[in-house]
């Protein structure tokens, strides 16, 4: 028994090592899934040295919690910090935390306030950046916008290793009766979780 309890409290840092202690403004980066629009954007964005995500979301305090602010296919919306967990769970998905560093945290309070402002937009599946309708990283750029937090960059839709556009992209656009829009300025999750301005915290349980 006394082998079996010393085994357990090993193990126990290693299963704690992955526990978060969030803040206000920290950015919980989803990852990504093995097929249609998921698949299709981590294709396109992601590299081996990095997990893929497909989706992000600004953690905000409310009287009641925390609280996630975030453009999704239903529309930028809040959800409750659980259901937000809930929802990543039932896809077999992980949550990864990012933090801003100084000073650019200082910008933390506007851009809450400013992604508040955004919540009730309709979604942008055509990933191309205007001013009625959002989709997830682009929210979290808007939010932050005024600081001059996030850069824009040359959308890629072209699989980094074979020069591609998977089908995904050539269908969709299509379907809207539009190229793909390559090169067209924007952002995704991928690019945004490797920018200098942010430190990984750590994985959400």
């Known amino acids: 028994m006394r082998r079996i309890l010393l085994l357990f409290a090993l193990l126990l840092p290693a299963a704690a090592a992955t526990a978060v202690d969030l803040q206000e403004g920290d950015l919980l980066f989803v990852t990504a899934g093995q097929s249609g629009l998921s698949a299709a954007i981590d294709d396109a ?3 081996q040295a990095h997990p893929g995500f497909d989706h992000v979301g600004l953690v905000a305090a409310t009287t009641q919690g925390w609280e996630v602010l975030h453009a999704d296919e239903k529309g930028s919306r809040r ?3 659980a259901t937000f967990q809930q929802e990543a769970r039932a896809r077999l998905r992980q949550i990864v935390v990012y933090r801003l560093r100084a000073p650019h945290n200082a910008a933390i309070g ?18 191309v950046p205007n001013d009625d309708s959002y989709y997830c990283s682009d929210f979290i750029e808007r939010a932050f916008r005024a600081h001059h937090v996030f850069a824009l960059q040359p959308m890629n839709f072209r699989n980094p ?3 591609k556009i998977a089908r995904h992209w050539i269908d969709l656009y ?22 200098p301005v942010l ?5 959400l349980e």
């Open 45 to 47: 964005t992601g590299t």
């Open 79 to 81: 959800q409750t910090l």
């Open 110 to 127: 506007d851009a809450v306030a400013t992604a508040r402002t955004l919540l009730g937009g309709p979604y942008n599946a055509s990933y």
């Open 161 to 163: 290793q074979t020069g």
């Open 174 to 195: 299509r379907s809207m009766g539009m190229d793909v829009p390559q090169g067209v300025p924007g952002t995704n999750p991928n690019d945004m979780s490797a920018a």
């Open 199 to 203: 430190e990984r915290i750590g994985t």
